[in-house]
């Protein structure tokens, strides 16, 4: 404000990319009347419609809004300390029990990556250039161990078991009951047949999911433009079903499963890198199609992220 007129169009002059930066921030302070009616709601006109008040918002934003935590918040504490009680306790070192283990595919053993953490962490780049050489199984069980294999397990006796121990495994998860499940869409595995299979992670298993469509059709359930889908190896589908860790956190229990996706995801990808292989996440994916092939309802069980991987081009 200081500034002569003068010294500020002498800025802009020197500087001419700032009016385009102001212009695309501008608008999304603009209010459109129209943002409502509009047939397409893309995220930019739901912003822009935000400041009018006949107008709904974001479905993320209700959440955030009711998304209220404080130490006086009793439904919440209550949630949490109904999951101290013995059969809560057991259900949660039991969780082993829910897996399939008919028709269940062993996998091998992951294998114990020595590349160093530094330097993986910084090669770390999304890579789109598919190959299509395929992957081993034990490729595949290394990334999928990495990312929620079990690793550890914390003792919770209770007077029914006296070695009741809940397993841990390689990424955090909010109380310990790991609501984010791994779907894998093979394509090229050796050793695999293409389909759709669910990670098991106490039985280190795949559980193919029925009816598994074959050849999977990765076209059918993402758009990119960038990527040569029949050269993917495999899929990874993140699944949340909400209620593992709802009835325990209420609304939070959302919020928690994205965190808990991030951590699985940086730990695929750490994994992947130090094996040598490339992968893209993928915001652009078909949802319903997604949860109709991993056998979700779509209502309270939810394909929440999707990630491809395989080998780069050399
Ligand atoms: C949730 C999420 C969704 C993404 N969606 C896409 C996508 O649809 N297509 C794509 O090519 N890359 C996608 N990416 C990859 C990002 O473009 C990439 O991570 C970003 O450009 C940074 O590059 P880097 O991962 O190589 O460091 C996505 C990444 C995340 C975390």
């Not at 918040?73 to 259900?91: F, T």
């Not at 914390?154 to 984010?180: M, W």
């Not at 893209?280 to 991987?309: A, I, N, P, W």
Request: with cysteine; hydrophobic share 35%.
């Amino acid at each position: 404000m200081k500034d002569s007129e003068e010294a500020v169009s002498g800025y802009l002059d020197r500087h001419p990319y700032l009016a385009s930066v102001a212009g695309f921030s501008q608008q999304h302070t603009s209010i459109s009347t129209y943002s409502a009616t509009t047939v397409v709601r893309a995220p930019e006109a739901v912003v822009r419609g935000r400041w009018s008040p006949a107008v709904e918002g974001f479905a993320g934003e209700e959440l955030l809004l009711n998304h209220r935590r404080s130490n006086r918040d009793l439904g919440m504490q209550l949630g949490v300390s109904r999951y101290y009680a013995h059969d809560a306790v057991l259900s949660t070192a039991h969780s082993d029990l829910r897996e399939r283990l008919d028709a269940a595919i062993a996998l091998p053993e992951h294998r114990r990556l020595k590349t160093g953490l530094s330097s993986t962490v910084m090669s770390r780049r999304s890579g789109r250039g598919f190959s299509g050489k395929p992957a081993t199984l034990d490729e595949l069980a290394t990334v999928l161990w990495h990312g929620q294999g079990i690793s550890g397990s914390l003792p919770v006796p209770t007077a029914q078991d006296p070695d009741a121990a809940v397993p841990l495994r390689n990424s955090p998860s909010g109380g310990g009951l790991y609501p984010i499940r791994l779907g894998v869409l093979a394509q090229h595995v050796k050793g695999l047949a293409p389909g759709a299979y669910e990670y098991q992670p106490h039985s280190h298993t795949l559980h193919p999911v029925r009816p598994t469509p074959t050849p999977v059709g990765l076209a059918d359930h993402l758009w990119t433009a960038d990527v040569e889908l029949d050269k993917v190896a495999f899929a990874l589908v993140y699944l949340y079903d909400m209620y593992v860790n709802t009835q325990k956190y209420g609304d939070s229990g959302l919020v928690y499963a994205l965190i808990e996706v991030g951590g699985i995801s940086q730990n695929v990808h750490l994994a992947r890198t130090a094996l040598g292989m490339i992968a893209c996440d993928q915001g652009g994916y078909d949802k319903q199609q997604l949860e109709k092939t991993m056998g979700y309802d779509g209502t309270s069980r939810h394909v929440v992220h999707f990630t491809l991987v395989g080998h780069g081009e050399v």
